[in-house]
């Protein structure tokens, strides 16, 4: 058990023996959830999400997500260019 502080914005940092315990790395997304007034955070498969909008190989799903990651960064680049 451990005591987290609740900073502005409600940001918290998670103990490092909590997130090894959890197997929390950087960049995964956590899914939030309110039990019975509790807390509940889990790990988000967005994998799994891919796999049910898709009816092609692994391949195929890996190149359309490459293709949304640079169409997204053409966006961000024109953004800041304005």
Not at 12 to 39: N, Y
């Amino acid at each position: 058990m451990s005591v987290v502080k609740v900073h502005r914005k409600g940001i918290i940092a998670l103990p490092k023996s909590v997130r090894e315990r959890a197997g929390i790395k950087e960049g995964m997304l956590l899914l939030v959830e309110v039990k019975d007034g509790k807390l509940v955070l889990s790990p988000l498969d967005l994998w799994e999400r891919v796999w049910a909008c898709c009816s092609g190989s692994a391949e195929e799903a890996e190149r359309e997500l490459d293709r949304e990651e640079i169409e997204k960064e053409r966006t961000r680049e024109r953004q800041w260019r304005r």
